[in-house]
């Protein structure tokens, strides 16, 4: 995400059946050129490093000035000769490309380059293979997207300008590449979400088949208010998927506005999958000696994984756009604010042989990073802040009232949870969304740090962007405020 908006790709496969043969070649040509002119300046960044790179805050950015100095021969307007040799004359090996391909082409390899620095890994050793796409933009006018309804072949077209048919010393405008597009009303709806900034033309050569990534930019309206400031926590789960808790100014929890989001369906759908699995493999161990009935098991389980995978995938998008939803509705009213508990190291603690082999095996199953990737995605869609979605460690939360922040209680079973202290008898999960809501307000208002990580993103976002939570203090105020201290009571 950048400051100004969310980019997001529309994938869209061009219909390689219906174009002629010199199209095809053409587009081969043009990715494999784009292609080699990259990976030549890449070399030529590795080749001059020390020359090009900038160190700036512990990291290495090439100075594109520089790396034109190196590549591109210049002319003034009076012809007189300003650059006439340089040591990489890329116009000279690539004759037929205009400036602005070498530009784009140069973009891509900056981008490759500070991607392979911030990763500390080598430049790829086998060039050959693979073919690196070109990112063409859309405001130097590089490509068209259209429409024509009443075209036979295809409803979508995108056209191409590209100086690949520039005669040598005889500059002439040539035609530009048209490719229909087999646009689904899906890949319609998604373009039409955005504003069109890139595309990039990629070649998929084993299924022989081309494909168009359209870059698109969501700029949200700014999200500004004078409602009230509300906090919203929100408990991941398990078996209930999640529970969420809104914290108000009134300093009482209002009954209607407690959600427990559960989806049985999906358990079923799941486990049903998963059954179908284990049987496939015991089967397949048994059979580890017929060669012919083993591959045909295997190939069967392969399949039954990959449908597992969507399934997993379908039930996380209609749950989150369930939670989206909801959060929109609340955002109407409250200027709001989502908290969700990460279960940091949750995962390292459930190892094999602490003694709960059930419970390991569902951690080690929970997706809950996706599920919280995913609602940030959805949410920045819709216009939220970064830092108005946040997921802070949720360790401990569940294990002290929220009422009265003793840790004197008591849970005799999983969703029940009571307090010894002061009696109060709640949902455990709702305990746990609670106490997530009051943890970021405690970090706010009783700060020990001067900002707030998100432990998803890994980004810190300073207080001030906070700012309107004082009128939350009230739940802070415990009565018996001296229980706050851990084992002042008996953990449960
Ligand atoms: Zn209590």
């Known amino acids: 995400m950048t400051r100004s908006g969310v980019r997001t790709t529309v994938k869209v496969r061009v219909k390689a059946e219906v174009i002629t043969t010199r199209k095809r070649k053409r587009l081969e040509q043009i990715t494999g050129r784009d292609t080699r002119i990259i990976k030549q300046y890449l070399k030529v960044i590795y080749h001059n490093e020390e020359q ?20 591109l021969t210049t002319c003034k307007m009076n012809k007189l000769p300003n650059r006439p040799t340089v040591r990489h004359d890329f116009k000279k090996s690539f004759p037929r490309c205009s400036q602005n391909e ?13 991607s392979q620095q911030a990763n500390n890994s080598a430049p790829a050793k086998d060039p050959t293979l693979k073919k690196i796409p070109r990112t063409q933009l859309s405001h130097a006018k590089r490509f068209i997207l259209t429409c024509s309804p009443s075209n036979s ?46 595309l990039e033309v990629l ?28 906090v919203l926590g929100i408990d991941l789960g398990i078996n209930k998927r999640a529970v969420s808790a809104l914290l108000t100014p009134k300093g009482a929890i209002n009954r209607h506005e407690i959600r427990f989001w559960s989806d049985k369906t999906r358990k079923k ?42 399934e997993h995938q379908l039930t996380d998008h209609t749950y989150v756009n369930k939670l989206v939803k909801y959060i929109l509705s609340v955002g109407k009213r409250y200027d709001l604010y989502v908290v969700v508990g990460f ?29 919280v990737e995913l609602l940030k995605f959805k949410l920045s869609l819709q216009g939220w802040e970064e830092h108005r979605i946040l997921a802070i460690g949720e360790s401990g939360t569940s294990s002290y009232c929220s009422r009265c922040g003793s840790y004197h209680t008591i849970r005799p079973n999983q969703p029940t949870f009571i307090c010894h202290t002061c009696g109060y008898n709640l949902n455990a ?20 740090y001067n900002s707030i990580k998100d432990q ?20 802070l105020q415990t009565k018996q405020s001296h229980l706050l201290t851990p084992g002042a009571g008996v953990r449960a």
């Open 269 to 310: 759908l799941l486990k049903e999958t998963e059954r179908k699995i284990a049987k496939l493999q015991k089967i397949s161990a048994k059979h580890s000696l017929n060669v012919n009935k083993r591959d045909s098991l295997l190939h069967q389980l392969k399949s039954l994984r990959k449908r597992q995978r969507t």
């Open 456 to 475: 998803v993103s890994g980004k810190f976002f300073p207080l001030i962007s906070f700012r309107v939570f004082p009128v939350l203090s009230q739940w």
């Open 343 to 371: 279960p940091l190291h949750i995962r390292k603690s459930h190892y094999r042989g602490n003694l709960y082999p059930h419970s390991r095996k569902n951690v080690h199953k929970w997706n809950y990073r996706r599920v």
């Open 153 to 198: 072949i295809a409803r979508w077209w995108v056209g191409i300008r590209d100086s690949f048919d520039t005669k040598k010393n005889n500059t002439h405008k040539h035609e530009k590449l048209w490719l229909p597009l087999a646009c689904s009303p899906y890949h319609e709806h998604n373009l039409n979400q955005g504003k069109l900034q890139a």
């Open 429 to 448: 999960d709702l305990n746990g969304a609670k106490n997530i809501a009051k943890r970021l307000i405690k970090y706010v208002l009783q700060p020990k």
């Open 203 to 230: 070649c998929y050569p084993k299924k022989k088949e081309w494909w168009v990534h359209f870059i698109l930019l969501h700029v949200p309206d700014k999200y500004s208010s004078s409602r009230p400031p509300a």
């Open 52 to 71: 090009i790179a900038i160190t700036k805050k512990g990291k290495k950015k090439v100075s594109k000035a520089k790396l034109d100095h190196l590549t």
């Open 102 to 114: 070498f530009q784009e082409c140069r973009e891509n390899a900056v981008a490759i380059y500070h």
